[in-house]
C-alpha cells in the first residue's frame, strides 16, 4: 500500500500544472484580443486619411516614389563609393612614365614607345576651330549638362539604332576624361557605372574650361601620343597653335578612335573622318559651309611615318614592358632611352608574310582568322614575333599571352622526362600502347584505334595518346610538370591526368623557348642593351649569367632525333625544307580550337599557333597543316644564302656554304657570317651585282674578282 502522503503530493502537482496551463491559454487569448483592438484603433486611426478616386492614384504613386527613392539611395550610395575610392588619393592615372626609341639588331630605328607629351598650352591659346572641332564631334552640350550629356546618350542610342554613321558618340567629354584620369579601358558595366559618378565628382571639383584643358591634354591620340599638342607635332610636325582647320578636324577625329583614325596607319580612313568632323561643325553652327569649304578642297598632309606603321609593333609593345622592368630597377633618374634589342627587320618581314599570308589564303577554309609566330636564335635572342594579323585592328599580342593549350605539342616534355627519369630507355624503346585508364578518364587516340606495343620514336612520330599517358603514370605527372618549367614554361597550371596531353596553358614565346632542346636553358630575350639619351648605359645583356644546362646531351639527342621522325615521316611532313636539317613537333587541342607547329634548325627555332581569339572550333585544323606550312615557309624563307648549321642528333649533312677565291680557284670559309635575311630576289641581284663587277675587273691582271657561291634559293611556298 503506498503512501497516503505521496499521493497528496501528486494531486498537488497536477493542480498546479492545470493552474498554468489555464494562465498560459487565458494570456495568450488576452495578447491575441489586445492585438487585435490595436489593429482596429490603427485601422480606424488611417481611415481618416483614406482616399479614391483619381486622389488614390497620386497618392499610390507618390507612396511608391518614396519607396523606390529610398531603395535607389542606398543602391547609388553602395554603387559610388568604389568609383570615389579612386579620387581618395588626389593623383590621376599616370601617362607612360619613359620615353624609349628602339633600335633593331643592327642599330637601325624601328619604332618608338612612351610618353610624347605637351600640356605647356593654355586653352585660350589652342584654335578656336580645334576646340570647336572637338566639341561639335565629342561633346556639343558639354558647357550645359553636369556631367553626363543625357540628351546626347539618348540621341547617339536612337542614331545607332537607325543605323546611321554619326560621329558624335554618347559620352560626354567629361566621362571620357574620368576615364583617361582614374580607370581603365576595360568595356564592363563596373567601369561605365564607375565613370558616371566620377564625372559628376570632376564637374563639382573643376570648372568646365579646366575640364576641357585636361582634356585637350590627356588624351591619347595615336602613335603614342598624348594630347593634342604631342599629336599636331608628330602628325604634322608643328605647334598646335599653327595647325589650320584641315588639320584640327583631323586631330578632333582621332579623340575615339586614335588608332583606327591615325594618318600615318589609314589616311584615307583619317581624311574621311576629318570631314566628318567637318560636317559637324557646320551641323552645330560653329561653322558655315563656306567656311569650311577650303578645308574640304586642301585636307590636311601629315608627315610620312609609313616606316613606323609598318614597325614590329607586337615586338615593341613586349619590349617596352621589358624595359620599363629593367629601368624602374636601374635606379636611373632619366626618363629618355635608348633600347637595343634583338629583332631582325628581315626576318621580322619574313615572320608577318609567312604567317598572314597563310591565313589569307586557306583560314576561310579552315575558318581560322587569327595566328601567331615567334623566332628565337638557339641561344634565346628573339629575331622575329607576330602577335596577330593586324596591329591596327587589334593590338592584343598573341603570342606572348599564356592562355592556349599546346595540345600535343606538350609530348616533347613527356618523352624527355621519360628519357632523364629512365635511363633504359631510348627512343627505341617498345612500350606498350594499350589504353591505361586514370580513374574514369581513359584516354583515346586521334584515329580512335587502339595500338600495341610500339616503339617511342614510333609513337611520337605519329602522335600517339596512350604512349604519352602511360608515360606519365610510370614517370609521375609532378615530374613532367617541372620539367616543363625547367625548361621554358613559365605560366604556372594544374597538374591534372590530361596533363600528358597538353592540357595546361602556355603562351607561345614559352613553346618556342622550350622547344631550344640544345641541352641548356634559353629563355627568350628581346633586350641586350639600355642606356640613356646621352649614352649612360643602364643594361647591357652581356653581363648576364651564362646558360644553364638543364638536359643531358643523350635526351637532348634522343629528342632531336624523335622530332626529326615527326618531319620526315610523321605528322609534320609539311616542315620538310630542302637542305635543310629541320625538326619539330605538332600539336592539336580538343574540337580542333588550338593547332601547333614548334621546331627548330641548326639556325632557328621557331614556335607557330592558330585559332581564333573567342576559342570558336575550327575546321577540322591540326598542327600538320596551316601551322607546319606557316612554319616551313618562314624557314624556307630565313635559310636562304646563309650557313646551314647542323642539328645535334640528326643524321644530316646540309650543303656547305663556302665563298670561293678566284684567284686561287679553292673554295674558303667566310671570315665573317653575313646577317640572315637575303629574300631569293635580293640574292639574285647581288649575284647580278658580282658578275657585273667580276667582269669589270677582268681585264687587270693583279686584281682578283670575288666569286658567291650559294646553295639554290629555296621555293616559295
Known sequence: MQDPFYHKEKRRKKTRMLAADAWLDSALYEFGQSLGRGYTRVEDFFSRFRVSGIKRLFVEILSDGFSFLAIGMVLVTALA???????????????????????????NEIGRRGIRSDDSYPLDKLPDYLIKATLATE?????????????????????????????QGGSSITQQLAKNLFLSSERTLERKIKE???????????????????????AYMGGGNFGAAAAAEFYFGKKVTDVNLAEAAMLAGLFKAPTKYAPHVDLAAARG??????????????????????????????????????????FLDYAFEEAKKIIETSGSTSNTFVVRSTIDPVLQSYAEDAVTSVVREQGEAFNVSQAAMVVLEPTGPIRAMV????????????????????????????YATAFELIPEYDPDTVVSGATQCIGNWCPRNYSGNSVGRISLISAFQQSINTVPVNLSIKTGRQPIADFAHKIGLQNDFPVTRSLALGAASVSVIDMASSYAVYGYKTPAYGITRITTLSGDPIYDADSEPQQERVVSDQTVKYMNRMMRAVVESGTGRRALIEG?????????????????????????????????????????????????????????????????????????APAPFV???????????????????????????????AERLRNALGGASNQAALTITSPAPAKAL
Open 81 to 107: 563609393l568604389p568609383a570615389f575610392d579612386a579620387t581618395v588619393t588626389g593623383r590621376f592615372n599616370k601617362a607612360e612614365d619613359f620615353a624609349v626609341t628602339f633600335l633593331d639588331r643592327y642599330g
Open 139 to 167: 561633346d556639343r552640350r558639354f558647357y550645359e549638362h553636369w556631367g553626363i550629356d543625357v540628351v546626347g546618350t539618348l540621341r547617339a542610342l536612337v542614331s545607332n539604332a537607325q543605323g546611321e554613321n554619326s560621329t
Open 196 to 218: 558616371a559618378f566620377l564625372s559628376v565628382w570632376l564637374e563639382w571639383h573643376y570648372t568646365k574650361d579646366e575640364i576641357l584643358k585636361l582634356y585637350f591634354d590627356r
Open 273 to 314: 573622318r576629318a570631314n566628318l568632323v567637318l560636317s559637324n561643325l557646320v551641323d552645330a553652327g560653329f561653322l558655315t559651309e563656306g567656311q569650311v569649304t577650303a578645308a574640304r578642297r586642301n585636307p590636311a598632309v601629315p608627315i610620312d611615318r609609313s616606316a613606323e606603321a609598318n614597325s614590329p609593333n607586337y
Open 387 to 414: 602577335g596577330g594579323m593586324d596591329y591596327g585592328k587589334s593590338q592584343f599580342n598573341r603570342s606572348i599571352v599564356p592562355n592556349r593549350q599546346p595540345g600535343s605539342a606538350f609530348k616533347l616534355f613527356d
Open 580 to 652: 635543310v636539317p629541320s625538326v619539330g613537333k605538332t600539336g592539336t587541342t580538343s574540337s580542333y580550337r588550338d593547332a601547333w607547329f614548334c621546331g627548330f634548325t641548326g639556325n632557328y627555332v621557331a614556335a607557330v599557333w592558330f585559332g581564333n581569339d573567342d576559342y570558336r572550333p575550327t575546321k577540322n585544323l591540326t598542327g600538320g597543316t596551316l601551322p607546319t606550312t606557316a612554319w616551313q615557309k618562314f624557314m624556307a624563307y630565313a635559310h636562304t644564302n646563309i650557313e646551314i648549321k647542323p642539328v645535334e642528333g640528326v643524321d644530316f
Open 659 to 689: 665563298i670561293a677565291n678566284a684567284e686561287e680557284g679553292q673554295p674558303v670559309a667566310p671570315t665573317v657570317e653575313r646577317p640572315p635575311g637575303l629574300k631569293p630576289g635580293a640574292a639574285n641581284k647581288l649575284l647580278e651585282v
